[in-house]
């Protein structure tokens, strides 16, 4: 009783606009009191009108009183407070705007308990009690209180839908059954959810199964996090410290390369020197003799002559040379070529340890994506000298030029069996495998090429050893009027001008792989965009003619 009571006193002290209790209250001339803040609200609503009234009883005020706060009702609303009870908007029982609201309630509303769907009204404890009391709304179905009860009703006839049109798959109206859906597939909405219900527990059961296995999932992959992180983090403490210790090794052998050839410098000019010394000498001494020469040309005594002659001749004999000795220029040549040998061996190791790296470590994952080239100069910037694997050649084609050029034979080649070879198609890939961004041109014959990037994991035999035929390559066929480019087994046509050489740019890391007509600028003949989960080779398939000579190179670029 008490609390009953002390909710009564917290109606009477609550403001009628906001439904709260009193803040600031005023009380106006007519005797009701409001929050000073919502009844000027209210009546700045009336400023146009010069006239203001009382939102309860209506009464007309001119002009617009002053608002003084009634301290009587504030000391009262501050009592109400200190005793610990909430104010009547925290009462649980009464809708707040995000509840459903009972539609019978005046005034405050209370929390809606049921919605009806026959009366498409939500009702509070008080007012559902006819709906369990009454025999006439005992068909009437109940459901858990609803803001959505206005959707149940048709827009067009204002009747509730009961039935459920299978072919458009919507609720519709008894009329709407008899109108445009009057030949559809239509059945009761209650016969519908009843099947649907049944659908509802199987799809449902699926659906913890299925997040029964992804929790599974989750917690195998989060245990594969940690592990890599470990992982990860050991390989770079691990990295640093053989990087540094190649660095230190590089530091050293070139301090002692330098020391050798300043060594030799010094012997060879100083040999040089000594021979340079000798020869000037011996050419003074030639001059001075063909000068007396020359004076013994001219005289008329034949005796002299005879004399003279024989010393002077012996001195102009040739001797020796000692200039087959100077091989200074090709020696530290030889230098220069055995660094850049080392320097190729040490790419090479870098980039086979890179390939296998970076199927687990890809660029892309690492770094941010870096722009494509534009011109041909910037191109070359990549370019890769690559050559081709014999092992892997088609005994129908030819290896030469240094291993970079493919030619159809009529005769077959006495290669060595091997298990890399292709046996039904002329096709051969690099030796080299590609892991990062590269350019290559190949130059081909009037014939048909194919020219692709593949893993090296392709078949050997069969319809998808073919450059293009799987998913294991990307091929770009160029015919004599047109190309064609094929992946997986499907083929798109490309229109563009006729070259002589295609560009090949890879962005192993960005998935990037782009083909050029190289003329006297780049013009993008395709590009594709995906993930490459491995290192990739290059391919040449070389089409057999009717005549012999049909062939593809790797250009040597500079």
């Not at 403001?15 to 209250?25: E, F, G, H, Y």
């Not at 219900?197 to 299925?210: A, D, K, M, S």
């Not at 296998?356 to 011109?375: F, H, L, M, N, Y």
């Not at 890879?506 to 190289?518: P, T, W």
Request: glycine share 4%; charged share 25%; aromatic share 6%.
């Amino acid at each position: 009783m008490a609390q009953q009571q002390n909710l009564m006193d917290q109606k009477k002290l609550c403001c009628s606009i906001c439904l709260d209790l009193l803040k600031n209250p005023v009380t106006i001339p007519c005797g009701h009191s409001y929050c000073m803040s919502c009844i000027r609200s209210h009546w700045d609503e009336e400023d146009d009108k010069n006239v203001y009234s009382c939102p309860q009883c209506r009464n007309t005020i001119t002009p617009r009183p002053a608002l003084v706060k009634n301290t009587m009702l504030a000391d009262l609303v501050d009592e109400l407070k200190e005793t610990g009870l909430q104010a009547v908007s925290a009462d649980p029982s009464y809708a707040k705007p995000e509840d459903v609201a009972c539609d019978f309630c005046t005034g405050r509303k209370l929390k809606a308990l049921k919605s009806c769907l026959q009366c498409l009204v939500s009702y509070c404890e008080q007012h559902l009690q006819p709906h369990y009391d009454s025999p006439a709304f005992g068909k009437h179905k109940l459901v858990n209180p609803s803001k959505k009860l206005q959707e149940n009703i048709c827009t067009h006839h204002g009747e509730v839908k009961k039935i459920y049109c299978r072919t458009d798959h919507q609720c519709i109206c008894v009329l709407c059954s008899l109108d445009e859906h009057k030949d559809h597939n239509t059945v009761l909405a209650l016969t519908e959810r009843t099947e649907r219900q049944g659908e509802l527990g199987t799809n449902r059961q699926r659906i913890q199964q299925r997040i029964q296995s992804r929790e599974e999932d989750v917690k195998v992959l989060q245990e594969r996090m940690d592990a890599t992180n470990l992982s990860a983090d050991r390989a770079v403490k691990y990295s640093d410290q053989i990087f540094t210790q190649l660095l230190k090794l590089i530091q050293n052998r070139s301090s002692d390369v330098k020391q050798q050839i300043r060594a030799r410098q010094k012997t060879e000019v100083s040999l040089t020197k000594k021979l340079k010394e000798k020869l000037d000498a011996e050419i003074i001494e030639l001059r001075r003799t063909d000068a007396e020469l020359e004076h013994l040309s001219h005289t008329d005594d034949h005796t002299q002559f005879l004399q003279n002659y024989p010393s002077l001749s012996y001195l102009g004999k040739s001797t020796d040379s000692s200039c087959n000795n100077i091989c200074l220029l090709q020696y530290f040549e030889d230098v220069m070529v055995a660094v850049s040998d080392i320097r190729d061996k040490l790419q090479d190791s870098l980039s086979d340890a890179w390939t296998k790296i970076s199927p687990t470590v890809r660029p892309a994952d690492v770094v941010q994506p870096q722009a494509e080239p534009k011109t041909r100069a910037e191109f070359l910037l990549y370019s890769c000298e690559t050559t081709l694997d014999p092992n892997t050649a088609n005994t129908r084609l030819l290896i030469s030029e240094g291993e970079r050029k493919a030619t159809v034979t009529s005769e077959k080649q006495a290669y060595p069996s091997h298990p890399d070879r292709f046996t039904d198609m002329f096709q051969v890939l690099s030796r080299e495998s590609l892991g990062r961004r590269h350019y290559w041109e190949v130059e081909r014959s009037r014939f048909e090429v194919s020219v692709a990037v593949t893993f090296k994991n392709i078949s050997r035999t069969g319809y998808e050893s073919g450059f293009g035929n799987d998913d294991k390559s990307w091929a770009l066929e160029c015919f004599n009027n047109s190309y064609q480019f094929r992946h997986n087994s499907t083929s798109t046509l490309i229109s563009g001008p006729q070259s002589s050489k295609i560009g090949v740019y890879l962005d192993h890391g960005a998935g990037i792989l782009c083909f050029y007509n190289v003329s006297e600028s780049m013009i993008l003949l395709h590009k594709v965009k995906t993930t490459f989960s491995q290192p990739l080779h290059q391919g040449l398939g070389v089409f057999a003619t009717d005549s012999n000579g049909s062939a593809a190179k790797l250009c040597k670029l500079k």
